[in-house]
């Protein structure tokens, strides 16, 4: 680890990512919504009819964590579930009217929290970072790839 692990990239995008979310967090607070719901519905504005195990993967959180998640989405009338034509064992997630509304009401108030966020920043700076963590996250995705590559073709292990 660095010797300065503040300073370490990491760490920087990681605690830029947060206090970006607990700004926004508390922005939105008033509009009843979490801030995994919120995600989960910008996902699924992203990719609708994902299922649940996408939505998982999405958020980075377990198949029944998702479920739950689903549920109570649902429950709050954000999202519904409709059957998979070629899968009966599969619902597919799409967004409701009201979340979509929602969504309406919530991407200002991330675009302006991001404006904040960067308004110490001219706007060449804005379009360097930009382009940087843009190069950065494309070759995460590559780095990524070849390492699940390599993990599918590794021998599994057997227990003995």
Known sequence: MPANHERYIGYLISD???LLRTVFDRRVRH??????????????????GAS???????????KATAGRLIDRLE???LVERRDDPRDRRVNRIYLSRESEL??????????????????DLTEEERRVLTGLLDRMK??????????????????AEVET
């Open 16 to 18: 830029v990512a947060r």
């Open 31 to 48: 509009l009843g919504v979490t801030r995994v719901q919120w995600l989960a519905l910008t996902r699924l504005d992203r990719r609708p």
């Open 52 to 62: 649940q195990s996408d939505v998982a993967d999405m958020l980075e959180i377990e």
């Open 75 to 77: 429950a709050n009338g």
């Open 102 to 119: 929602l969504l309406e009401q919530l991407w200002p108030v991330a675009a302006a929290t991001n404006d904040e966020a960067m308004s």
């Open 138 to 155: 494309s070759r995460l995705h590559v780095m990524a790839d070849q390492t699940a590559a390599v993990d599918e073709t590794a021998p």
